[in-house]
């Protein structure tokens, strides 16, 4: 007698199919909707389940996560170029006529 291998999600006894998963199951883990393990390492940030990108988050949270540290940097160097064209002009010097 040939035992037949069931899907390792518990209560399910679908066949087998591959990673220990029937086809049901198999194609949710494909999709990063299975629970218990994903498919492959998952963003940092909470409630994100899309694959890392770099330093452990997706590429949107990266993304946001280098504009907001450039944003901070350039904030003190924005202000003062901001505040220069609201100065008053400094006169033009008196041109004396030549005669």
Do not use: D
């Not at 086809?23 to 994100?48: D, L, Q, S």
């Not at 202000?79 to 004396?96: D, I, K, L, R």
């Amino acid at each position: 007698m040939s035992e037949t291998k069931k899907c390792k999600v518990e209560a399910c006894k679908r066949p087998y199919r591959a990673k220990g998963y029937c086809t049901v199951h198999y194609n949710k883990w494909r999709r990063g909707e299975m629970p218990t393990k994903a498919r492959y390492k998952t963003c940092g940030e909470e409630n994100c389940r899309k694959a890392i990108f770099k330093f452990g988050i997706c590429e949107p949270h990266y993304t946001a996560w280098i504009a907001s540290k450039k944003g901070v940097a350039q904030a003190p160097a924005a202000a003062p170029a901001e505040a220069a064209p609201e100065a008053p002009a400094a006169p033009a010097p008196e041109s004396t006529p030549q005669a």
